[in-house]
């Protein structure tokens, strides 16, 4: 059986266990700092396996050691913007977590491929990439998969149709400037823009803009989990059954699209040992301008994390 550990035991991280564990895809190991949090969660998950079928391990526990040997590891360690806290607070306090969880990683699953949730994603990526010292393909940010689902669906509400039948990619840095792209957006084949005007499709790419935000309105206190459990779920059952599925996932570059030492949101096929292949597509003028300005954010994350973070350093 393949072994998927996964870091934070919080509303993401217990929420993608679930999703694992239902499909049976993998051993599981959950690791979380709050003492008992994942012990509690991994034994509740547990009591349900007679009426869900698991045929799989599910493991509680703040000791990294249990992690040996894993084949996927998902990132999801971190802690939420509390108030009074910037920007940078938590950008610093989430760079130490994750420098720690990466070292652990690098010593117990060196061949593992690592699935990065925490935020700010495609900057913590770039911890992540530096402190296990990784090959590049091994480290894959979680974004596109969840942005993309959210464009996909609203497009299925709007047209009465069934949400898998949507095909659609959303690329770019998991923020505000995320880059829908409406001309390789098709149901059932048929491209986008013949089943709805413009207006109409702007009006959907705001709407999976603020996805995220949309959600926080109403929980006020947490981000969004299921959304994103679920994608994560994806990216790891692409990887651990080698399916090569394509997808929008967050990668680092070295010249795809014209973009250089960043990770960002691309298509990718996810398989065995990670990044299997960036697809390059071609992108009108205006979606690469659009790519451009969101790559652009997330430079300024990595000038931001460079005005603190040196590799090897501090972790907690
Ligand atoms: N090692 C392991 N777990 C840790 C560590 C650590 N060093 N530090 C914090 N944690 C745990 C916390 O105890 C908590 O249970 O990480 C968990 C985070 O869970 P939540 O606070 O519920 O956050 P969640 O909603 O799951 O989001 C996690 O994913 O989507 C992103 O922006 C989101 O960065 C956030 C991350």
Redesign the pocket.
Known sequence: MKKVSV????????TTVYYIAEKNIADIVM????EG?AQKKALDFLHSATLRSYNISITGT?DYREIRDSDVVVV?????RKPGMDRMDLLKI?VA?VT??SRYIAEYCPDAVVIV???P?DVIAMVVLRETGFAIKKVVGMAGALDSTRFRYFIAEKLGVWPGDVMAMVLGGHGDEMVPLKNYTSVGGIPLPQLLDDDSIEGMIRRTRDGGGEIVKYLKT????YA?GASVAKMVESVIKDEKRLMAASAYLRGEYGYHNIFLGVPALLGKNGIEKIINIELAPEEKKALDASAEAVREGIRMLESFYVPGGES?
């Open positions: 870091i934070g035991a919080g509303n993401v991280g217990a690791v979380d700092v709050a949090l703040s999801t360690a971190g802690v939420p989430n977590i720690g969880a949730v925490t935020n994603l947490g981000s969004a989990f994103p907690q």
